[in-house]
């Protein structure tokens, strides 16, 4: 028989236990809060305006504040001296609620906040896997790896034929250019598919995606499988992608004619790195020979 002692020494063992799972629940919990490479536990918040009348108890988004910067409301409180998903874009809010822009040092580490909107880009978002506009390479959670980017050389002489943003593959020369607006930003020697077995597709079409430090799979033309590591994804046209290519000690010239990708555009390095900084999903991408 149980007595109403054991009960209840029974019943406070049980609340105990309860409370010390919800003290480490929430222990674990801040914990997350304040890591920022912890994103999957993260809600994102909607990239929306709000107007000076909507911006009332309760309500979630973007408010400009009469001196011109920006703060996020989220359920009727100004977000303050915490990271914020917004539009699964991070933002920085520093202890007065205003969004941050430019480099910052949080907990020892340095992130990119951009300095002002451009194509695909909202001002305040941080750069994650990319490189700064100032060359700076930043990890997949948006801390600076210490290392600035080798520049890659530039031919200022040749305008831009199109008039618009956008990436050239000439596969006759073996040369990739990409302009921003009137300007070359990149230009270097490329690898293209093999001209016989695998020649990379010509025409017009988009980047459909942008994705670092990955590993690109299929077949060689003798039934055999490859798998060949990357570190700058951008495909555009099935599985032809822009991509660095570690493996190849040398591009341009002829190479691609016996030697040459599966179809995809191999490049160096510093030049995948950097037309993956400046471009874009949806990015126009021209291939011609």
Known sequence: MLYHDDCTRGWSRTVRKYAAAMLLAAAFLLTLGGSFGITSYADTSPDVVLSAESAGPGSNGWVQRDDGQWTYMKWGFPVKGRWENIGDRWYWFNAEGVMQTGWIELDGAAYYLAEATTEGR???????????????????????????????????????????????VDITNQTVYCYINQDLVVVTPCVTGNAWAHPTSTG?????????????QGYNSDGSRYKSWVNFWMPFHGGQGLHDAGWRSSFGGNIYQSGGSHGCVNMPYDAAAAIYSVSWVGMPVIVHK
């Open 204 to 216: 017009v079409f988009r980047i459909n995606s942008k994705e670092r430090n990955r590993y690109l």
């Open 122 to 168: 909202p001002m305040g978002s941080c750069y994650i896997n990319e490189t700064t506009p100032d060359g700076f390479i930043v990890d997949e959670n948006g801390a600076r790896s210490g290392q600035a980017a080798p520049p890659v050389p530039t031919s200022a002489t040749r305008p831009n034929p199109y008039g618009y943003s956008c990436v050239e």
